[in-house]
């Protein structure tokens, strides 16, 4: 079973250095197991409330550090999230980026194409106009040049239709 407070060789002296220095605690190993309750007994100036005031001092600093480390770890989250958030935004940015030049690579292609169709129906039509233009002028000179004979007046073809035998005509 490991102890819920450990202190190892602690020392404290007031006023090091100076010629008014002492030591109030020296060389101090507790060991406190779960469940325990410990009491410190002592005669004035012995150190114990040095010692109650070195292991508050601890625990402060291990507060201190928790509420560090509480911060690190919130720093890090949001950093992690706009980590995340920026891949997010860069992956986004480059899929629209690949589906623009695909849908443009695409409509290039189209306009080519249509254009393309487009350019040979117009060459199509305008044979098609040429010719029946040069038909026409053909028809036209054609009939003037070699006129066909066009009777003055109408009449009834001898061989068909007369009064007296009827063919069906």
Known sequence: MEPIIRVEHLTHTYSAGTPFQRSAVEDVSIDVMPGEFLGIIGHTGSGKSTLMQQLNAMQMQAANCCCENRAAIAQVRYDMAA???????????????????????????????????????????????????????????????????????????????????????
């Open 83 to 169: 980590q995340a958030c920026d891949t997010r935004n860069t992956v986004q940015n480059a899929t629209r980026d690949i589906i623009d030049n695909a849908n443009s690579n695409s409509r290039a292609i189209l306009d080519f194409l249509t254009q393309s169709k487009l350019s040979d129906l117009q060459a199509e039509n305008q044979g098609l106009k040429l010719a029946a233009s040069q038909a026409a002028q053909n028809s036209y000179l054609v009939s003037q040049l070699r006129p066909s004979p066009i009777p003055a007046y109408t009449v009834q073809n001898p061989y068909c239709c007369n009064q007296f035998a009827c063919c069906g005509c």
